[in-house]
């Protein structure tokens, strides 16, 4: 909000690049030019009308009164051209004003809404770098200010700029020798205005600067009542609250006494000058024959002529700090947007009764979902032999396999891949289906991380059809992690030398100390950050293949922080899968024994939801966020911390209920509680960014390393 004086709070503040700011505002302005040449017109029209019907007084007072002239109806006839003179420019001061309005409004409204897509755009690094308190700034105090400068400061500056000049003009063509007197004064005014002005903004910026400290320590001290109760500082914070009090109430007192000082310091000026153009005027009058008419008309220009200098001194501060906010969200809506340069689709598939793959022409909601991958695409569908410990061999190759036997590459006249296998006395034997081959599969063929052709398997369906453009491979949920490293910060390694899998309906638990990587691993996964090396592949797919939104849609998540917005509680289960039923929201609220809870709401699922998910507990917050992935239901889960803020009880009844949710699911699960992670099929110790040990709860036990301290350490301290 503006200060007395129409001054932004937060100060003077020069925009780096004032000329390309301005014609990226037009631009939000409006796409057709007419509508700002109407404005600009209609500005023109005000500012002559005032300015002529106040010249028109010379010629009336001249006419008709000083001469004694008794021709009333010329009279009449002149005051009446007056008062149309200044209607039409009530009338144009009208039309530029709703016009300028309605422009900003749609211009600012284009504006917000633009700035909301771009942060749907960017990557969570930049919202880790830029405090959500200053993005929030530019949507509330950057937006506004543009909004007020566009519908009244822009207008005001040109109209008080257009003004002076044409009274500066005026006054010298009435009487140029008058006008070295009003000069003295204007001087005087205008130095008035840069010192006096100079003062106000920068008390006006100290005041903002106390007046965040003491909203800040209110929030602060609202949220964390509770500590300060328990360990009795409310006479310490009052002490501090008073300190940051007074410290605003100072800054305050001295902005606005500069602030308010300007206007009747300036308004003195213009008497003084006033009084003495008069005096000045009488005696041109007297000695050079200067009409009335003109000194009338002079006097009252010389009375004006001050204002369009005190709101320049003004309106130029709003106008420079808008366009310096209109620089700050352009920054924001110039930052380059999250990388996605993936391939991969996944599209709603379905199998017939022999269990051939294609895309789902059915109604409803598909089971089946597959990957869509272009066979342009740089990555080949390669039959492979399956060894132990998943050890791939390309079909195509000459390779040693059970009983001496070799299979050759295929035949050059064969399109299909025909395959022989060749016996130890020579005998070819042609093998028309490749699966009858024992241990055959299918695999993705690509440059790796090193940049070397490799192999990753496919455990799903696949369709290889000559003649389509695409490959179609089920999605089955099997993530692996290729000795992946990761920095937040460059140079800061967070995560070393990673590998780590997780086939379809495994579940991998994460756990080691605070800090040591174990959430970081998971974000990767969704991709909502670029690894530095390595590679890490979902169904044999390089997670960079696939475009980031489908990647996203096959995961579900309950973060530690649980999330809710505002709404009913349905519609914050819906948002798992905008497409739900009532029907299967219920379903997926029973599955996490939020059920039970939601029936004793005053509205049942209909209560809404606010503030976060204030009028609701921790617990019951949570076993909301676990309702809401269900309802998704997605073939990979990641549970971070997901019954952290449940009890024992309640955590013991929702134990079938994530049985249910992660059956027949690849699940990835972060725990301080390691009684919840002891049926995972592999529990990966992390410590400091680097796996320590992993095996199966009793293999690890057997160890009696880290994961042993753990285990045995709990149990001690219950």
Known sequence: MPGP???????????????????????YLTSNPLPLLLVVGCLLASVFTNLGGSYMLRGIINDFIWSGCTD???????????????????????????????????????????????????????????????????????????????????????????MFVGLVGLMLFINWRLFLVTLVVLVATMTLFKNLGGKSRKYYRAQQSALGAVNGNIQEMIEGLKVVKAFTHEEQAKKEFEQLNNAYRDAAQKANFYSTMIMPVAGNLMNISYALTAAAGGLLSVLQGFDLGGLVVYLNYSKQVGQPLNQISQQLTTVLSALAGAERIFEVMD?????????????????????????????????????????????????VLVGENDVLTELGQAVRVENGLKLLPPHQD??????????????????????????????????????????????????????????????????????????????????????????????????????????????????????????ITY????????????????????????????????ENIRYGRLDATDEECIAAAKSANAHSFIRRLPEGY???????????????RQLLAIARAAVADPPVMILDEATSSIDTRTERNIEKGMDALMENRTVFVIAHR??????SNCIVVIEHGEIEEKGDHDQLLEKKGRYYQLYTGQFQLS
């Open 5 to 27: 004086n129409h001054a932004p709070k937060g100060g003077y503040q020069k925009p780096k690049n004032m000329g390309r700011t301005i014609r990226r505002l037009l631009g």
């Open 72 to 162: 009333f109806a010329g009279l009449g006839l002149a005051v009446l051209k007056l008062i149309g003179i200044y209607l039409l420019g009530c009338l144009a001061t009208y039309i530029q004003s709703a016009t300028m309005v309605r422009l900003a409004q749609r211009g600012i409204n284009r504006l917000r809404k633009d700035l909301f897509d771009k942060l749907q755009d960017l990557p969570l690094s930049y919202f880790d770098k830029h405090p959500h308190g200053e993005l929030m700034s530019r949507f509330t105090n950057d937006a506004d200010n543009v909004q007020l400068a566009l519908e009244q400061s822009v207008v005001s500056l040109l109209s008080s700029c257009l």
């Open 335 to 383: 930052t380059e947007p999250e990388v996605d340069n993936g391939t991969v689709t996944l599209i709603p598939a379905e199998k017939d009764a022999n269990g051939t793959l294609s895309a789902y022409s059915g109604q409803g909601r598909s089971r089946v979902w597959a990957w869509k991958t272009s066979k342009g695409s740089g990555m080949a569908l390669v039959p």
């Open 414 to 535: 064969s399109e299909e891949g025909l395959w022989v296998k060749i016996a130890p006395d020579g005998t070819l034997t042609e093998v028309a289906d490749l699966a009858a081959l024992a241990g055959h599969g299918w695999a993705w063929k690509y440059p790796d991380h090193t940049g070397r052709s490799s192999l990753h398997l496919i455990r799903g369906t696949v369709r290889n059809v000559p003649g389509e453009d695409c490959y179609l491979t089920e999605l089955r949920g099997a993530v692996r992690f290729h000795h992946v490293d990761f920095s937040y910060v460059p140079g800061k390694r967070i995560l070393k030398d990673v590998s780590v899998y997780a086939n379809p309906g495994q579940k991998i638990a994460f756990v080691g100390s605070t800090g040591a990587g174990k959430t970081t691993i998971t974000n990767l996964i969704n991709r909502f950050y670029e690894i530095e090396s390595g590679i």
């Open 539 to 570: 169904d044999g797919i390089d997670v960079t293949r696939i475009r980031k939104d489908d990647l996203r849609r096959s995961l579900g998540a309950v973060l530690q922080d649980t999330h809710l917005f505002t709404g009913t509680i349905m």
């Open 606 to 620: 209909q209560t809404m939801v606010s503030g976060d998910g204030g009028n609701l507990s921790q617990g019951q």
């Open 674 to 679: 390691l009684s919840t992670v002891r049926n």
